[in-house]
């Protein structure tokens, strides 16, 4: 049966999975460095950085698999090495790059310039190059990594594989989008990646309300030995997590991180289309001054229409009130 | 080619018959700084009234020197003098007048400018005389037929040694503090305001420099005119803009009406609302809209600060006229459009988003950088970034399709950066609406691609169909053949060829091979 072989896939998987964790001592080291500190990262520079690979995986086209690696390549390597804040950049777009090397194909990764340019990075391609080395070097090539992605694939089709008629299947690609939103948060890069899938799993089967999934998924967690405890903590995470990222309320972006630059010819014309103040002084306009008009300037067209139909109703009379000659006594001279 | 030769001129000035080579024709007409090399036609004078006798002017003795008793009468003298008028176009011809004159006019001014009890009643027609008859004239055709104002050099008038002397008198004469309104408004009628603001045509800068702070001035002073001169302001821009498109002084005039509308009394009058409506916003259709586009935009958003309701006829309005095959006016429109969003009202705003950045949306899509690059850079100003955060909802399905697209397509990679400004921006304020739409965008494009296959399928189909009806109607008509060949009579109904009733091909009707 499918399902029986799925499950065996997933046990070898789970198995492995310690091999590609990133040390919980230097986890923990950057989740207590401040955010001042020149000497570390911190969590929120980290996160922040993220999410900047994120953007770009996003405006390159890159699949959610890209920057799963990315960002478990880039967990890693900040576990196990002390890193200067200034050379985060660099760090993280080089994971980037090696991920985006090893999943997709050759002809839909860009330039390393292009990557450079568009992540308005200081840094130059050898800097990159050089880089990229370190970072394969430091983690032995073990590039092809066991993520909670994979668990989260293999967890999908398990789902498929049920033979009950099933009016919806579980949507991937939502999922997969919320494991983005997850690992754009430090603390889960401390979870195990088969129960971080299986929490968003069975937060997603609750959501949908599919009772009969309920079953599979309490499955796996038999099947992997994982225990509730440990289960329910994620859980409780995740759930937090995706109240946060559903929000309708709209943060306002961080401006000055963004470079914008334009072309000499758009730059000039923005220095001069500020029209200065014109030197020629206010002249108040009176409510008598009509009065003193020379009735000479009647002649005006009484017949114009009004500009109801497009003024709507704040349109308030033909063009010229005739009835303002008459009134002419009526306007009370303030001071 | 036939040498140009001009026709023959007042006697005081000398002909030229100007014949161009033919190497400096182009097309077989002569180039355009050919054109202007030529030399000035004097009958394009604009001063000159050819004058059978010309006075003579004597010298008269120096204000300051007169006793204050004879000052007033002096004054008046010097006044009648200065309405004799000179040919500045002949260089050499009554020097010894111009001079005279200039000397009178500038004693006048110097009189004027300093010394209190001047102006008194019986001067004020004398005043309004000389300068009437100095200044009011029929302005000359234009030199340059395809005068383009921001390329060519205007062409000056001569006659400025006294002219702008004549300015200044008039400019000292309305500030001067014993100016009485009263008085003057007897001889500054309206005859006189119409014919000076005909004068706003003129070519000279200069002159209409003077004449817009002397229109302030009158504007300021004659309360009585007011009406008659935004009247005739308004009949100048509908006659500008639906008739002629031209029209040297739109600018200056603009610059006064601005300082009308910046003095506006609240609630605003509908007079002025249609003025905004009728006028300014059709003044953007102009042709030769970057002359005068500051001056337009500073009164638009003046307009917005005094009444915030008038926002929605303005964008909308623009949004209207808005460009299709210009983009030099579309990058102005683009700026116009950033400084009204600078000061417009949260209220109004989300009234007007969906259309304006449905447009906005079309700029960044244009395949001119630099409209797109303005567009784009909208996103760069704190202000109307905190509008869209707040609209993000609305905003960001409009645009981002377009954004998505033209990151992929557009061949600038400046757009290309900005784009990925925008979009990161776009991630940063609200990431799940941002991830639903790319998802929604994901899935349009799997569908399109769906829809294309299916329509190739289709046609290989249709022609695969057509093959094999050829190939059945080639059989068909070879055993026809054959049978003929062999005199057997041709079997009408055969089991194996049905043959239709035409025998073209014919794939509509019933087929039955397949």
Request: hydrophobic fraction near 35%; charged fraction near 25%; glycine fraction near 2%.
């Amino acid at each position: 049966m499918e399902a029986v072989k799925l499950m065996r896939e997933i046990k070898t998987i789970y198995e492995q999975e310690r091999n590609y964790l990133p040390k919980e001592t230097g986890l923990s080291l950057i989740e207590s460095t401040t955010e001042n500190d020149n000497r570390g990262i911190s969590a929120k520079c980290r996160d922040a950085k993220v999410e900047d690979l994120w953007s770009l995986t996003n405006f390159f086209g890159y699949s959610t698999q890209t920057f799963v690696l990315a960002v478990n390549l880039l967990d890693r390597f900040l576990a196990m090495m002390k890193v200067q804040p200034k050379h985060l950049a660099c760090i993280s777009i080089s994971c980037l790059h090696i991920a985006t090397k090893a999943v997709e194909e050759e002809c839909n990764v860009s330039s390393t310039n292009e990557l450079i340019r568009i992540s308005q990075c200081k840094f130059t391609v050898s800097d990159l190059a050089r880089m990229e080395k370190i970072i394969s070097e430091k983690l032995n090539f073990e590039l092809k990594t066991i993520t909670a992605l994979t668990f989260l694939h293999l967890y999908h089709r398990i789902t498929l594989s049920d033979t009950s008629a099933r009016k919806e299947a579980l949507n991937l690609d939502k999922l997969e989008v919320q494991l983005k939103a997850c690992l754009c948060r430090m603390a889960f890069s401390k979870a195990k990646p088969s129960i971080l899938a299986l929490s968003l799993l069975t937060q997603e089967i609750e959501a949908m309300q599919a009772g009969d999934l309920l079953e599979m998924a309490s499955h796996v967690q038999r099947h992997l030995k994982i225990a509730d405890a440990e289960l329910l903590h994620w859980r409780g995470l995740v759930a937090k997590c995706m109240t946060d990222y559903s929000s309708p309320e709209c943060s306002k972006p961080d401006h000055k991180k963004l470079v914008w630059i334009v072309s000499r010819r758009t730059a000039q014309s923005l220095q001069t289309s500020h029209y200065s103040v014109p030197e020629l002084p206010t002249i108040p306009e009176d409510c008598w001054d009509e009065s003193e008009s020379e009735d000479s300037c009647e002649d005006l067209s009484s017949g114009e229409e009004s500009l109801s139909s497009s003024l709507g109703s704040d349109a308030e009379g033909p063009y010229f009130p005739l009835h303002f000659r008459c009134q002419s006594n009526k306007y009370h001279h303030t001071s | 080619m036939e040498t140009t030769k001009l026709p023959p001129t007042s006697p005081s000035s000398p002909t030229t018959g100007f014949s161009v080579p033919s190497a400096e024709k182009v097309d077989g007409f002569p180039r355009r700084s050919m054109r202007r090399a030529r030399q000035r036609r004097s009958h394009s004078s604009s001063q000159f009234r050819y004058q059978s006798s010309q006075v003579e002017l004597t010298p008269l003795p120096l204000l300051k020197d007169a006793p204050v008793a004879e000052l007033h009468d002096l004054f008046c003298k010097k006044l009648q003098q200065c309405c004799v008028l000179f040919d500045f176009l002949d260089c050499v011809a009554d020097l010894k007048g111009k001079e005279i004159k200039r000397a009178a006019l500038n004693e006048l001014v110097e009189s004027v400018a300093t010394s209190r009890g001047v102006l008194i009643e019986p001067l004020y027609p004398e005043a309004i005389k000389m300068i009437s008859v100095n200044i009011f004239r029929t302005l000359p055709p234009s030199e340059n037929p395809e005068f383009d104002p921001e390329e060519d050099e205007p062409t000056l008038e001569a006659s400025w040694p006294h002219l702008q002397l004549v300015y200044e008198f008039f400019l000292r004469f309305l500030e001067s503090p014993d100016f009485q309104p009263s008085m003057a408004k007897r001889y500054v009628d309206q005859k006189f305001v119409l014919q000076l603001l005909e004068l706003f045509d003129s070519e000279d800068p200069r002159e209409r420099e003077y004449l817009k702070t002397i229109l302030h001035r009158v504007y300021g002073k004659l309360l009585g005119l007011r009406a008659y001169i935004r009247k005739q302001i308004n009949n100048i821009f509908l006659r500008f803009i639906y008739e002629t498109e031209h029209f040297n002084g739109v600018a200056e005039l603009l610059e006064i009406l601005g300082s009308i509308i910046n003095g506006f009394a609240l609630p605003l009058k509908s007079e002025h609302k249609q003025f905004l409506v009728r006028v300014l916003i059709p003044l953007h259709t102009a042709k030769s809209l970057s002359i005068f586009h500051a001056q337009l935009a500073y009164c638009v958003v003046q307009f917005m600060e005094k009444d915030a309701t008038v926002t929605e006829y303005i964008i909308r309005g623009l949004l209207k006229y808005w460009p299709k095959t210009c983009t030099q006016k579309e990058v102005m429109f683009l700026g116009e459009i950033e400084e009204i969003l600078d000061v417009i009202e949260p209220s109004q705003f989300i009234r007007v988003q969906e259309p304006l950045f449905k447009q906005i949306a079309a700029c960044i899509s244009s395949p001119h950088f630099q409209v797109a690059e303005r567009a784009l850079y909208f996103w760069n100003n704190e202000y109307i970034l905190s509008l869209i955060e707040e609209n993000c909802q609305v905003i960001l399905p409009l645009v981002f399709a377009t954004l998505y697209r033209v990151s992929k397509e557009h061949w600038n990679q400046t757009i290309v950066s900005l784009i990925y400004n925008v979009l990161k921006t776009f991630m940063e304020m609200n990431s799940k609406l941002f991830d639903d739409l790319t998802a929604s965008y994901k899935v349009e494009k799997q569908k399109e691609l769906k829809r294309e296959r299916e329509r190739t399928e289709l046609w290989r189909g249709l022609e695969e169909k057509q093959e094999r009806r050829l190939q059945t109607l080639g059989e068909a008509s070879r055993n026809q053949r054959n049978l003929l060949e062999r005199g057997e009579p041709s079997q009408p109904s055969s089991p194996q060829t049905a043959l239709p009733e035409q025998p073209d091909t014919d794939l509509s009707g019933a087929s039955s091979t397949t």
